[in-house]
């Protein structure tokens, strides 16, 4: 027998945001397509590496004896994900669980529509296992509504080390070292910098050159805080130029392109570097590639005293139905037991959110990701990547994306206009 999603909505605490209205519109009782014993979870882990790592988890669950249907929706960095998962949510029939990051988790908890792992939690010890920085995100109204899968890096600088040799260069440890090796792979003969036009690319590699640029206190300031005089002043203006000069970089077919196709012209000699978060490790690895040997890592030029962290999380929808409550509990449960957390991570190219596994299987980037981790949240210097849904909530992100896929593209745009434009990105969204 189907079970039933009904989502019991909180009225009082809704966000008055467009979504949160249709919802309260449109929600009705609906049958959900999953049966009684088994998990419907979305994602967007759709790249060769994203792809191995997710069916570690089907795995899992299938030899526990729960059935696992796959939800998943194509499109880095997730917007296309959200899109869908809004939709089923708002016909009353969302998912067992889904990806849901950052403060957006917050927002479906404020909605009324997430369940409670505090049970799982507390018979698993997740206070005792998970960083306090990591746990307080897994929290809506002190109980446990996701569960972390892992702990990407943003600001991090991939290369092919034959391309480097190629054209005599080292790996830039700053932004004018990457123009000048940039300079010499193009007289080689290569691809500089591989990319994909898309905003949320644009926006990632924005959020490094920001980092790398003007350093990690004006990062807080002006991306994560929205301080409209960080946002629209001197340093945001002199971040904004060295952006725009990456496209110098850049070839002519990047519009459009997928992040994983990019990270294939690395891995094939076609390009010589490629700023992306360790998402891009996964590919390298299902590549069959050695890293420190067929590929280097390093912190983005400029960022070695920061970690720009994007945590994966499974949320879990509340529903009805004892069953689907017990695979949702046993997903949340295995998603933090060692044997998970190891062999997800490996594939996608994360480390654990536990910071207590053994990590000898792991390579010397995720090694040197766990070791700077540590050391930027003793030392300052840990800030959520507002490209990947940890800064920011979704309204404010998708209009500062607007702002810097417009300004990247546009030949004509100063820096001057987009500094301005992107105060009023924070303040309209904002309400
Ligand atoms: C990020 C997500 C990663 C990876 C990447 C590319 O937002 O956190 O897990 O999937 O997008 O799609």
Request: aromatic letters at 8%.
């Amino acid at each position: 027998m189907p079970s039933i999603n009904m989502p019991v909505l909180n009225v009082p605490t809704f966000k008055k945001s467009a979504f949160a209205l249709a919802l309260v519109a449109g929600t009705t009782m609906a049958a959900s397509t999953t049966q009684a014993n088994e998990v419907e979870v979305l994602h967007w882990w759709t790249s060769g590496g994203e792809a191995r790592a997710a069916n570690v988890l089907k795995d899992l669950m299938e030899a526990e004896g729960y059935g696992w249907q796959d939800f998943a929706v194509a499109g880095g960095g997730g917007e296309t994900a959200m899109t869908v998962l809004k939709s089923r949510a708002m016909s009353g029939n969302p998912p067992s669980a889904a990806q849901i990051k950052g403060p957006e988790i917050q927002e479906w908890g404020e909605l009324g529509l997430l369940g409670n792992l505090d049970e799982v939690a507390t018979a698993e010890g997740w206070n005792e296992l998970l960083p306090e920085r990591v746990a307080n995100i897994m929290r809506h109204d002190g109980q446990y509504v996701a569960v972390p899968v892992n702990v990407h890096r943003v600001n991090w600088l991939w290369a092919n080390p034959e391309v480097l040799d190629a054209a005599g260069v080292e790996m830039p440890t700053t932004l004018d070292e990457l123009f000048a090796a940039g300079e010499a792979i193009r007289e080689a003969g290569f691809v500089p910098l591989a990319h994909g036009g898309q905003a949320w690319q644009d926006a990632t590699i924005f959020e490094s050159v920001v980092l790398g640029s003007q350093g990690t206190e004006f990062y807080q300031q002006a991306l994560v805080e929205l301080d409209p005089e960080a946002l629209g002043g001197e340093q945001m203006i002199a971040a904004l130029e060295d952006f725009k000069r990456l496209r110098e970089l850049m070839d002519q077919g990047m519009s459009g392109r997928d992040w994983n196709i990019a990270t294939a012209m690395v891995i094939e000699g076609v390009a010589g570097f490629q700023l992306m978060g360790d998402w891009a490790k996964g590919e390298f690895t299902a590549a069959g590639l050695t890293a420190g040997e067929d590929y280097l890592c390093a912190a983005a030029p400029g960022t070695q005293d920061a970690f720009t962290f994007n945590i994966d999380s499974l949320a879990m929808f509340r529903v009805t139905d004892d069953a689907e409550r017990d695979a949702q509990q046993t997903l949340a449960r295995l998603v933090l037991e060692p044997t998970f957390q190891e062999a997800f991570n490996l594939a996608k190219g994360s480390i654990p959110a536990r910071p207590d596994l053994d990590m000898s299987e792991f390579d010397s980037c995720a090694k040197q990701s766990l070791a700077d981790f540590q050391r930027t949240a003793d030392e300052g210097g840990l800030v959520p990547s507002m490209a990947h849904g940890m800064a920011v909530r979704a309204d404010v992100q998708g209009a500062i994306f607007d702002v810097v896929t417009n300004y990247f593209n546009d030949t004509n745009m100063p820096a001057e206009e987009a500094a301005k434009r992107m105060v009023s990105a924070a303040e309209t969204a904002s309400f």
